[in-house]
C-alpha cells in the first residue's frame, strides 16, 4: 500500500467530519449563500507627506547648524545661522547716518520757521524762503531712504538665520559650521514626519473596490503585522496607459510604531470570486461518496464543487448556486 493510498481514506474521513454536522452542533435550519472574496494584497513604502530644500537665501560662512539627520527642528524653526557680521556693521553704519540726519533735518526745521517769520515781515526773498524748504524736504526724504534701507538689511540681517518648518524632520544635511555657503546653496532637506503618505498604483476597479471600503486600513508586516487606520489623500486624474493604473496616495496620521519613511505597508483590496464561487456553513453540506451538495428549501440537492474550508465556513462551486440564494442544512432536509 503506498502513501497516497493510505492517506485518501483518511482525507475523506476528515471532509465527512468537516462537511457532516456534529451531534449538538448549532447549525441553522436555513441559510444563504455568501458571495466568496479573493484579496488582492499591494505593498507600499511610507513617505513624508511633504519634504522641501532648504536653502540659503545669501552668502556667508556658516557659524552653526542647529539639527542633523533625524532630529526635528527647533520650535523656532532655526536650522543654522550664518555669520551676520557684514550686515550688522552696515546697520550701523546706517543707524549713524539716522543720527546725523535726524539732526540735520531739527536744524532746517527751525531754519524753516524763521525764514517763514521773515518772509511773513517782509525781510526776505520767496526766493530764499523756497530754498530752506526744499532743503528740508530733501533731508526728511533722506530719512524716509535710510528707513527703508534699515528695513531692507533687517530682512537680510533676518535671512541669516535659515529657517525650515518647526518641528519637522531633518532628512539631509548638506552644510558644517565653518563652511562657505552661496546664495541658492541647497543646505539640507526636511520632511513632514507627523503625517505619512503611502503611495500605490491601482487599477480602475481596485479603486472602486478601495472606494467602497467603509474604513481602509494598512498592514505593516515588519512590526507584527501591525493594522493602522488610514484614508485616501488623492487619486490622480492622469492614467498610465502602459501599466494601466492610476496613482493613489493612503494617509497615515495614527498608530504608527515609528514615523519615518521606508515603513512596508501592505494594503489588502477585497474583490467578488471571479469564479463566482459562494460561502456556506460547512454543517450545511451533505456528504455522499466523496461528493457534496447543498439542499434547496424545495429539497432538492444540488451538487457543488468544495474548494475550502477555513473558519467554519466552506467555499464552494457550482453553475447551479449564485450568491444570495438559500439553503436548509441537512439535518432540516424534507422527510420524503
Known amino acids: 500500500m503506498t502513501f497516497r493510498t493510505a492517506c485518501l481514506p483518511a482525507?475523506?474521513?476528515?471532509?465527512?467530519?468537516?462537511?457532516?454536522?456534529?451531534?449538538?452542533?448549532?447549525?441553522?435550519?436555513?441559510?444563504?449563500?455568501?458571495?466568496?472574496?479573493?484579496?488582492?494584497?499591494?505593498?507600499?513604502?511610507?513617505?513624508?507627506?511633504?519634504?522641501?530644500?532648504i536653502v540659503a537665501e545669501t552668502s556667508q560662512k556658516c557659524l552653526e547648524v542647529l539639527s542633523d539627520i533625524g532630529d526635528p527642528v527647533p520650535g523656532d524653526g532655526v536650522f543654522a545661522r550664518l555669520d551676520p557680521t557684514f550686515v550688522d556693521l552696515r546697520l550701523r553704519a546706517n543707524e549713524a547716518e539716522r543720527?546725523?540726519?535726524?539732526?540735520?533735518?531739527?536744524?532746517?526745521?527751525?531754519?524753516?520757521?524763521?525764514?517763514?517769520?521773515?518772509?511773513?515781515?517782509?525781510?526776505?526773498?520767496q526766493s530764499a524762503f523756497d530754498a530752506r524748504e526744499q532743503e528740508l524736504d530733501q533731508a526728511r526724504l533722506a530719512l524716509e531712504s535710510l528707513a527703508v534701507d534699515r528695513a531692507v538689511l533687517e530682512e537680510e540681517r533676518r535671512r541669516h538665520q535659515v529657517k525650515a518648518p518647526a518641528g519637522w524632520a531633518v532628512m539631509d544635511r548638506r552644510v558644517e559650521p565653518g563652511q562657505w555657503v552661496s546664495s541658492g546653496t541647497v543646505l539640507a532637506r526636511v520632511g513632514d514626519m507627523g503625517?505619512?503618505?503611502?503611495?500605490?498604483?491601482?487599477?480602475?476597479?481596485?479603486?472602486?473596490?478601495?472606494?467602497?471600503?467603509?474604513?481602509?486600513?494598512?498592514?505593516?508586516?515588519?512590526?507584527?503585522?501591525?493594522?493602522?487606520p488610514a484614508s485616501i489623500l488623492r487619486i490622480s486624474p492622469a492614467f498610465d496607459p502602459q501599466t494601466r493604473k492610476?496613482?493613489?496616495?493612503?494617509?497615515v496620521s495614527e498608530g504608527l510604531p515609528l514615523r519615518r519613511e521606508g515603513l512596508r505597508a501592505v494594503l489588502d483590496l477585497p474583490a467578488p470570486d471571479p469564479s463566482g464561487a459562494v460561502l456556506v456553513p460547512v454543517c450545511g453540506l451533505e456528504e455522499r461518496?466523496?461528493?457534496?451538495?447543498?439542499?434547496?428549501?424545495e429539497g432538492r440537492a444540488v451538487r457543488v464543487m468544495l474548494l475550502s474550508v477555513a473558519d467554519g465556513a466552506a467555499r464552494?462551486?457550482?453553475?447551479e448556486v449564485r450568491p444570495g440564494q438559500t439553503f436548509v442544512s441537512p439535518t432540516s432536509r424534507p422527510s420524503q
Open 11 to 53: 482525507l475523506a474521513c476528515l471532509i465527512a467530519a468537516l462537511a457532516t454536522p456534529a451531534l449538538g452542533q448549532d447549525c441553522p435550519e436555513t441559510f444563504t449563500a455568501r458571495p466568496a472574496v479573493t484579496i488582492t494584497s499591494h505593498v507600499g513604502f511610507t513617505r513624508a507627506r511633504t519634504a522641501m530644500d
Open 99 to 125: 543720527k546725523r540726519i535726524e539732526n540735520r533735518v531739527s536744524h532746517l526745521e527751525t531754519e524753516f520757521d524763521r525764514y517763514r517769520r521773515l518772509l511773513e515781515g517782509e525781510q526776505t526773498s
Open 195 to 228: 503625517t505619512l503618505i503611502v503611495p500605490f498604483a491601482l487599477a480602475p476597479e481596485e479603486i472602486r473596490l478601495l472606494e467602497d471600503l467603509p474604513g481602509p486600513s494598512l498592514t505593516l508586516p515588519d512590526y507584527g503585522r501591525l493594522r493602522v
Open 246 to 251: 492610476v496613482n493613489v496616495d493612503l494617509v
Open 289 to 297: 461518496y466523496e461528493e457534496h451538495y447543498l439542499l434547496t428549501p
Open 316 to 319: 464552494v462551486s457550482s453553475p
